[in-house]
């Protein structure tokens, strides 16, 4: 069974640029959920999508956004990149039958680097 | 908020060595508790989980209680190997669906 998978794997831009990132879920997962990591704030939730609709998302600005097509496939789009934005986005998926303990399963991640 | 606080790194060990990382939490109701793991180039793996008080949750030799009264949930392992070194996340979920708050993360070194 594939795993959660994210492209492209490193993306290097300028500020002012937008930039958009794809994460292929495992078959059958329905939930999709984005976090951006940095060694100055860790790991910070962004926000999930289930059914194509975002249920919760995180302290990020308007400049961050998501989306979750009908074969559960998500994309993350930022725009007016600033160097600030330099880190690595996970997208992580789950089944999502609703249990306490539910597992979610990471992909590898991209790395965006804003010059 | 809910907030989860892990020791600070890094952690250098030599090979055999017990490992503990502490890890407490601040949450409101009964949040679930896991540990990831994440290897250099990689992203997260789930190591290890509990979902109610007492519970403890162990895998490839690492264990870690759910402790209520003390609302911890430390990162023990008795005897650890070169493969073990990475970056060790503590995490709570609570109600909000698949929403994961994480610890800022200890890199565990260890050496032959």
């Not at chain 1, 795993?3 to 495992?26: F, N």
Request: net charge positive.
């Amino acid at each position: 069974k594939a795993g959660v998978t994210q492209t492209p794997r490193y993306l290097i831009k300028t500020r002012g640029q937008q930039v958009t990132l794809s994460c292929s879920p495992i078959s059958g997962h329905r939930s999709v959920s984005w976090y951006q990591q940095t060694p100055g704030q860790g790991l910070q939730f962004l926000f999930e999508y289930f059914s194509e609709t975002q249920r919760n998302k995180g302290n990020f600005p308007g400049r961050f956004s998501g989306r979750q097509f009908s074969n559960s496939r998500s994309e993350m789009n930022v725009s007016t990149l600033e160097l600030g934005d330099s880190a690595l986005y996970l997208c992580a998926s789950s089944l999502d039958r609703g249990s306490p303990g539910e597992k979610l399963f990471f992909g590898s991640g991209t790395q965006l680097s804003v010059l | 908020g809910d907030s989860v606080t892990q020791m600070e790194g890094p952690v250098t060990l030599s090979e055999e060595a017990f490992l503990t990382i502490n890890c407490t939490y601040t949450a409101t109701g009964y949040p679930s508790l896991f540990w990831y793991v994440q290897y250099p180039g990689e992203g997260l793996q789930l190591l290890l989980k509990a979902t109610k008080a007492d519970d403890k949750g162990s895998n490839k030799g690492f264990e870690a209680t759910y402790r209520k009264e003390t609302t911890s949930f430390h990162l023990e392992k008795g005897s650890v190997q070169v493969s073990d070194s990475a970056v060790y996340f503590c995490a709570l979920k609570g109600g909000g669906y698949n929403k994961l708050i994480f610890g800022a993360g200890t890199r565990l070194a260890v050496h032959p």
